[in-house]
């Protein structure tokens, strides 16, 4: 009870922080959210730094953030009234700004350059037009339905009927080969046709299950089961608990599995059969058990050998397992969960987490911080950290109910 309580805390002024911190940065051109911040030397991008720098906008951060926003705004209208006040203001304005953005072709992108045009940098930092087809969809279309479809229900938009229609788009457009994953080249029937079946498009999707659960959306979740039953059977591994990227190889990207657990437990009712709740379970803790080598979780592993195919700790996947493990152990009670959420908190504050300014690290090696982007420069808008600790808070809360106020 007593480490429920200190990490309930610990998690509620880590995410008020960073979202005080991000509230009060200058907004990028347009009023985009603004975490262009290099997490090793604390200095801001500038236009010298090109694709890092404030001339380009990720579209993706921006549906991360405006998920973020609307998410903590419904948390903190009871904790801490005045910041979701602020919140709720950011939020609108993210929301006009995003749908804005999205409206005219149906789709957001991943990059855009100061005019706001869809662009991507290839592998050798050579920046390049976007290609937009009407039916691929990607990663960037899966937060922006996400944060659009949140927002628009929060706010109570009449705009939630046609981002509901999106986010079923980008849902078919999995279960139909048009989902293409690496938007660092051109989106086309080519680049698909290169694709791997990789389980990362129905996992991230997946993580839109539990909110449009509380949000009322219930004619919307019939995907939810589909994609648990898919991954679970092609890309499970009974002998090491682990699962493959892509059925039959043998990377495994150990935070996407954990991250996979905490959504399904996040949508899962209480009468969900034992059996699949045990498999998910094992599931974080092998991957955590595999993965964690110091000073965080490795971004691949072998599932043969369990050795790590990367020196990359990045900070993700250490809250992502805070989120898993609270809503495993509320489930379970196992002492195996449990053991989890303590260590991944513990090396998360411990290791990860700055506290001036209050963000993390982005990636860890053996050695330290290392100046490495795992997927995208800007820093976490309250997603992957705030949304995965706030999880945690209210799996602590049922775990040991209290009430609780944050002053100030």
């Not at 996992?203 to 019939?222: D, Q, S, W, Y």
């Not at 009974?238 to 493959?244: F, M, Y």
């Not at 808008?381 to 775990?399: F, K, V």
């Amino acid at each position: 009870m007593e480490f429920f309580e200190e990490a309930r805390t610990t998690y509620a002024a880590a995410n008020a922080g960073t979202l005080y911190w991000m509230l009060q940065r200058p907004a990028l051109g347009g009023g985009f959210l603004n975490t262009k911040q290099n997490s090793v030397t604390l200095t801001d991008y500038g236009a010298e730094d090109g694709v890092r720098g404030p001339d380009y906008t990720y579209g993706w951060i921006q549906g991360r953030g405006l998920e973020s926003l609307v998410t903590h705004a419904e948390f903190f209208s009871r904790e801490l009234p005045p910041l979701a006040e602020k919140l709720d203001v950011a939020g609108r304005r993210l929301y006009d700004l995003l749908a804005a953005l999205q409206q005219p072709d149906g789709h957001a992108y991943f990059c855009y350059d100061r005019d706001m045009q869809p662009v991507y940098a290839d592998a050798a930092g050579v920046v390049h037009r976007q290609e937009k087809p009407a039916l691929i969809y990607s990663y960037s279309d899966a937060f922006a339905a996400k944060g659009l479809v949140a927002a628009a229900s929060r706010y109570g938009l009449p705009g939630v009927t046609d981002h509901l229609a999106y986010f079923g788009e980008v849902v078919a457009s999995i279960e139909n080969g048009r989902f293409q994953m690496d938007e660092r080249r051109p989106l086309s029937l080519e680049s698909l046709a290169l694709q791997a079946d990789d389980f990362g498009p129905r996992m991230i999707l997946l993580g839109a299950a539990g909110p449009l659960k509380r949000f009322g959306h219930t004619a919307h979740l019939a995907f939810a089961d589909r994609f648990i039953a898919h991954v679970v059977d092609r890309h499970f591994d009974a002998g090491t608990g682990l699962l493959r990227n892509v059925p039959g190889e043998d990377a495994c990207n150990v935070g996407h599995g954990i991250e996979f657990v905490g959504f399904a437990l996040d949508y899962l009712d209480d009468n969900t059969d034992p059996a699949l709740i045990e498999t998910l379970e094992r599931i974080l803790v092998s991957s955590f058990k595999t993965g964690f080598v110091g000073p965080g979780i490795t971004l691949t592993v072998s599932v043969a050998s369990g050795k790590p195919l990367s020196p990359y700790c990045p900070w993700w996947s250490l809250p992502e397992t805070i989120r898993s493990a609270a809503l495993c152990h509320e489930r379970t009670g196992s002492a195996g969960s449990l053991e989890v959420w303590k260590a991944a908190h513990a090396a998360f504050f411990e290791r990860y987490w700055r506290g001036t300014p209050p963000i993390a690290y982005q990636t860890m090696t053996k050695d330290g911080p290392v100046d490495f982007v795992p997927a995208t420069p800007d820093l976490d808008p309250g997603y992957h950290t705030g949304l995965s600790l706030l999880a945690a808070i209210r799996a602590a809360d049922r775990l040991g109910p209290q009430t609780h106020a944050i002053s100030g």
